[in-house]
């Protein structure tokens, strides 16, 4: 059984329509159950007797990257707190966890695409506390998934590309900021490769996707 945590984000219900297609079994929460609450992440999973959990989406995170310089405490606690606690989680229970991370881990300044394998340098509250959510998965499991994705749009919630599209039929003229470059990456196409992932997960693959940190953003 796949557990989705985050079920109302842009992602997450991007990815719960796509296992909905796929017809791949999985159940899903949001924030009735808190992920800084390891006791109500235990209390839910153990409540869970019909069918075993035995993969865990973490599709949750405070996003909000420049409100994150201001609510610091907040911040952390979701991101890097509460992915140790789904560690935690994942690893007395035997599930498998997928965690979706971000590019904001780096710092920015490397002129080529960043690979899985390059040194991590965050720069901002919320790309460390991105970062501490990595480690502390990478510290308590060996079995886990780290997706790191960027500039995130779809039907779904707040995002830039939204953003534009409702300024254009608003104004004449738009002013952005023309230093920052990134792949916008389409939710949907984010949810499909996750759902990928969870299939193998599910049906003992014997062609398993290696464990560890990948990189997926569209080109």
Known sequence: MIWVIGNKGMLGTELCDVLNERK??????????????KQALDNFISSQTEKKITCIINCSAYANVDKAESEIEQCYKINAEGTENLAKISKQYG?????????????????????????????????????????????KIKNFYIIRTAWLYGIYGKNFVKTMLKLLNERNTIKVVNDQFGTPTYARDLAHIISLFAYQIENSSKNKIPFGIYHFTNI
Request: aromatic share 8%; net charge negative; hydrophobic share 30%.
């Open 24 to 37: 791949i079994d999985f159940i899903e929460t949001g924030h009735e159950v808190d992920i800084t609450d």
């Open 95 to 139: 599930a498998t966890l997928i965690h979706i991370s971000t590019d904001y881990v780096f710092d920015g300044k490397s002129s080529e695409p960043y690979t899985e394998n390059m040194k991590i340098n965050p720069i901002g509250v919320y790309g460390t506390s991105k970062a501490k959510g990595e480690l502390a998965i990478q510290n």
